[in-house]
């Protein structure tokens, strides 16, 4: 579901008038018209301004709010104001706040203060959200609804008692009998066998380390419980009004929240993205995140959130230099974004996030800042033809958010030093530095389409999932520590790769984690040297055509295999510091986009963005000529891309 009431790449952010005086409204709206501003998120934080007492609403100032963006063309992104419960509703109900693992029930004053679990909690939202979807159902200027605001962002899980009768309840549901559970939770280890469902409580804080199964259920259990307030709301507006789409924010790359789950409970994947202006690699990590969330529902999708310039939460807030505002804003529409918003319109005057940039600074319209804000909507207004364009890709990385879970137990693992947004973005980082579109793909999708499918973790796989990895056509790639466990966290007989032993020809004797500032020399069949850190294993070929294609050197694992090939299929037993002699060898038909070191290249159907990231002018050499949209300019051959600058090439013919 597109947003068909408001054209082209949206922009805008969030707004919130409440915490101004009512005569600043005009200049707002005006200023929005000025900047062509489509879309304002409102009312995210409003319920005690709505609802001031229970079933007592107060809408006359959203209704002329509403009004007033109506009146100047912006579109809203009207909130169901649930993200943070008002005063008289914790009062009259202490419980509907959060428990922590040590048992300390958390206290008013920030935000999204509120058990996940809890019904009373649920029943207010819903039918605030009824009252909100009843009052504006037919107001025009309402393009979408917003349900909550980063969800899991302060409050993943809950311990309070309610918490465990709900997980108790969803235990019972996906294992029927408690004989069923132990056996899934291997509770004959350490005594820990039950007899009754009512016997179970959440993972708090315990005198040693807890059931890695029971750790992995309550992983699910959160996300599950956090979606199932989400579905609550939606459902409420659904029914009011079927026909306006429903999304929340997500937060980029997430632990907590299995967005496979998420992103196919709503209408439109939305995300919320601060890249740090003080990491000069911060755009390839960034990328990533925007390639998941374009392949989510395998559609645009529309970046929410992100900052104009510095933001308010980290040790140091480093502003964003000239250029670095818009060639952000430009890489989240090359990576399928169809508009564009920030937190927030105008910069606030008190509160955590007075510090935090905005599309209207403090010094108003004066300011840099407003002048890239005005820049920034005449280069969308000069893109609006990118609007629901495809990304084709060939090659797909794998994530699953159960097997993320295991392999981030926090204790009783090889190694700690196991980070899976780490061993994604060391695959990433070459493909995205030559140009090569990449989609994220859950380990039970088909994944036939692909040309190469790159696992490169995959600890949690299941019979299912090692029958999907086998049905790949193209080239297969499979890290380490992959195939270790089931999907109850029990080791797979064996030993690892499990269900994936007779498609990589490999069994694996043991782990063999590198301590800290250690190094394992890996040889390659050419002879090329590289180096692996972290992580190693002891390998032995199990199948009769495997191909050794490196060796380790030197230390204990000495001629061993360290990669091998079988088939289509090859296995890394080892983290290597230069994963580039390996996708040399399965990337040979996959189309490349030569660029210099810190220019990204990415392809929107006919429209190809070139992205400039150094501080310095770049020489690109352009594919095939065609007309850049911001310059409104033919391009051909050989141009010149200033420093943090982009074109956006439209490109005639075959791409």
């Known amino acids: 579901m597109r947003l068909t009431r408001v054209p082209g790449l949206l922009f805008g952010g969030d707004y919130n008038p409440e915490q101004w005086p009512e005569e600043v409204w005009a200049e707002d709206v005006r200023l929005m018209a000025e900047a062509g501003v489509t879309m304002a998120t409102v009312a995210v934080f409003s319920w005690s301004r709505l609802e001031p007492a229970q079933g007592v609403y107060d809408f006359g100032w959203l209704d002329r709010v509403l009004d007033l963006l109506h009146e100047h063309g912006v579109s809203a992104d009207l909130a169901t104001a649930t993200a943070t419960p008002p005063p008289w509703l914790v009062r009259a109900h202490p419980e509907v706040m959060p428990v922590d693992a040590h048992g300390v029930r958390l206290e008013f004053g920030s935000r999204q203060g509120y058990c996940p679990s809890s019904p009373i909690f649920r029943e207010h939202t819903v039918r605030l959200a009824t009252a909100i979807a009843t009052r504006y159902a037919e107001h025009p200027a309402l393009a979408m609804w917003h349900v909550g605001n980063e969800y899991a962002d302060h409050t993943l899980e809950c311990f309070c008692p309610e918490s465990a009768r709900h997980f108790r309840a969803w235990l019972q549901a996906r294992y029927g009998t408690v004989g069923a559970l132990n056996a899934a939770w291997g509770t004959s280890c350490w005594g820990q066998h ?54 929340t924010n997500f937060m980029s790359i997430l632990h907590g929240l299995d967005y496979w789950s998420w992103a196919a409970a709503e209408d439109l994947v939305s995300d919320d993205a601060y890249p740090d202006p003080a990491d000069p690699e911060s755009h390839v990590a960034v990328a990533l995140s925007y390639d998941l969330m374009r392949s989510l529902k395998r559609r645009p999708w529309l970046l929410l959130e992100s900052a104009p310039s510095a933001v308010s939460w980290r040790e140091v807030n480093v502003p964003k230099p000239p250029g670095m505002m818009r060639l952000h804003s430009l890489q989240a529409v090359a990576h399928g974004a169809d508009g564009v918003m920030f937190f927030q319109w105008r910069q606030a005057k008190y509160g955590p996030e007075k510090f935090h940039s905005a599309l209207l600074p403090h010094g108003g319209t004066a300011t840099r800042g407003w002048q890239d804000t005005l820049r920034l909507g005449a280069d969308l207004r000069r893109l609006a033809e990118v609007a629901g364009t495809a990304t084709r890709a060939e090659v797909a990385l794998v994530l699953g958010w159960d097997s993320w879970w295991g392999l981030e137990a926090p204790e009783s693992m090889p190694s700690n030093r196991l980070k899976l947004k780490d061993l994604l973005l060391a695959w990433y980082a070459p493909l995205h530095a030559r140009g090569i579109a990449v989609d994220l793909a859950p380990p039970d999708r088909d994944l036939s389409a692909y040309r190469v499918v790159i696992v490169p973790n995959l600890y949690l796989c299941t019979a299912e999932q090692a029958k999907a990895l086998a049905s790949v056509t193209g080239e297969l790639v499979v890290g380490p520590f992959s195939g270790v466990v089931d999907e109850s966290d029990q080791v797979h007989d064996g030993g690892a790769p499990g269900p994936l032993r007779e498609l990589l020809g490999v069994a694996i004797d043991e782990f063999w984690p590198l301590a800290d500032g250690v190094t394992q020399r890996v040889r390659h069949a050419g002879g090329d040297v590289g180096l692996a850190r972290t992580w190693a294993e002891w390998p032995r070929v199990v199948g009769d055509a495997v191909e050794v294609l490196a060796r380790y050197e030197g230390g204990d694992l000495d001629g061993l295999p360290a990669i091998t090939r079988n088939g289509h299929a090859t296995y890394l037993s080892c983290l290597l510091d230069d994963l580039r002699p390996v996708l040399d060898r399965v990337l040979h038909d996959v189309p490349a986009l030569d660029v210099p070191l810190g220019v990204e290249a990415t392809r929107r159907e006919n429209h190809l963005f070139l992205l400039n990231h150094t501080s310095t002018p770049q020489q690109v050499a352009l594919p095939q000529p065609g007309r850049d949209l911001l310059s409104e300019t033919d391009l051909r051959g050989v141009i010149t891309l200033a420093a943090r600058d982009a074109v956006v090439l439209r490109i005639e013919g075959d791409t």
């Open 194 to 247: 039950y007899t009754g469902f009512e016997q179970i409580e959440p993972p708090r804080k315990a005198p040693g380390p807890v059931n890695p199964a029971q750790l992995l259920d309550w992983r699910r259990f959160c996300s599950d419980t956090l979606l199932e307030l989400f579905t609550a709301e939606r459902d409420a507006l659904r029914e009011v009004t079927p026909a306006v789409p429903v999304t």
